[in-house]
């Protein structure tokens, strides 16, 4: 059974701070890595994927990944209280089209 | 990304009966997935489908109990069948728009089962 861990929080961060959300996953051969914004009541958004080890930057975001550590992190700067959400971490299953997704973290970010 | 949407939004419906949802997206693609979000819970894949094929489902999914259409490659349907309380959830479709893995979700059906 491949697997996603995330740490469910809540994570709470003071406007303006770094918020940091990671994840593990267990399926060696995964390639594809991908991080979801989810809002109360509302569908999971695409913000960041990566493929490669090391960091990618879009805007107030960046993700990290270290294949040898099966390890997924994202940053934000600069955190915002309309960041506050739940964050999906998602690793394609190897072989398949498929993604696995992790339980979230929820970020509370105040103000 | 493509422009995805889901009929219908939300729905209340009596045990026994079934309920057929629609995603229609604005672009072709290949792979269009169905997701179940329980209260509180993260994204369970039902199955994967493709046009011109069966769907394929996952473990503890089953096609009596979820029919899925995809008879071209903007539209999919899922059906939840003879419905129980345990079936309310939010049911969600996805795209995949290349050869890569990333998924666009739909805005969601939000389903309650009385």
């Known amino acids: 059974q491949k697997e996603v861990e995330q740490n469910s929080g809540p994570l709470s961060v003071p406007e303006g701070a770094i918020a940091s959300l990671n994840c593990t996953y267990s399926?060696?051969?995964?390639?594809?890595f991908f991080w979801y914004r989810q809002y109360s009541g509302k569908s999971p958004e695409l913000i960041m994927f990566?493929?490669?080890?090391g960091d990618k930057e879009d805007g107030r975001f960046t993700a990290q990944l270290n294949k040898a550590s099966q390890y997924v992190s994202l940053l934000i700067r600069d955190s915002q209280p309309s960041d506050s959400a739940t964050y999906l971490c998602?690793?394609?299953?190897?072989?398949?089209?498929?993604?696995?997704f992790g339980t979230g973290t929820r970020l509370l970010v105040s103000p | 990304s493509a422009v995805i949407s889901q009929k219908p939004s939300r729905d209340i419906c009596q045990r026994g009966t079934s309920l057929t949802i629609q995603c229609q997206v604005d672009?072709?693609?290949?792979?269009m997935f169905w997701y179940r979000q329980q209260p509180g819970q993260s994204l369970t894949l039902i199955a994967t489908?493709?046009?011109?094929?069966?769907?394929?489902?996952e473990s503890g999914f089953v096609i009596d109990k979820f029919p899925i259409s995809r008879p071209n490659l903007t539209f999919s349907t899922l059906t939840v069948s003879n419905m129980s309380p345990e079936d309310s959830s939010i049911y969600l479709c996805?795209?995949?728009?290349?050869?890569?893995?990333?998924?666009?979700f739909g805005p969601g059906t939000r389903l309650t089962v009385t």
């Open positions: 996805s795209v995949a728009t290349t050869a890569a893995y990333e998924q666009y």
């Open positions: 399926d060696r051969g995964s390639q594809s």
């Open positions: 990566i493929y490669s080890n």
């Open positions: 998602a690793v394609n299953e190897a072989g398949f089209q498929k993604l696995v």
């Open positions: 672009s072709q693609v290949t792979m």
């Open positions: 489908a493709n046009q011109g094929s069966e769907a394929t489902y």
